[in-house]
């Protein structure tokens, strides 16, 4: 089964924007390698995780901030499909 990508977010911090926006990114990067990206507003404040079936990619508190998109795609195609290329937004 392909993997879900699942990013928490604070709503009280207003990041559901900036959230829809990474799903979109990802979904249309990773179209055929991934089954699904869901929102999940977090209970938590302050909270920003984005995880693969259960498994944390990506921390804002651990990692300090946010990723640039670039950066998340390189963490997901990891994980869901690391033969992937990423074009332009691949390592170098």
Known sequence: MKPTITI????????????AYMAQELLTTFEGDIQSVTLQP????????????????????IFGGFP????????????VNPDKS???SDKH
């Open 8 to 19: 928490e977010y604070c709503p009280k911090c207003h990041w559901l924007l900036r959230a």
């Open 42 to 61: 977090s209970e938590v404040g302050g909270r920003y995780i984005i995880s693969i079936n259960g498994n944390t990619i990506f921390d804002r508190k």
């Open 68 to 79: 640039e998109i670039k950066e998340l795609k390189q963490l997901v195609r990891d994980v």
């Open 86 to 88: 990423l074009g332009h």
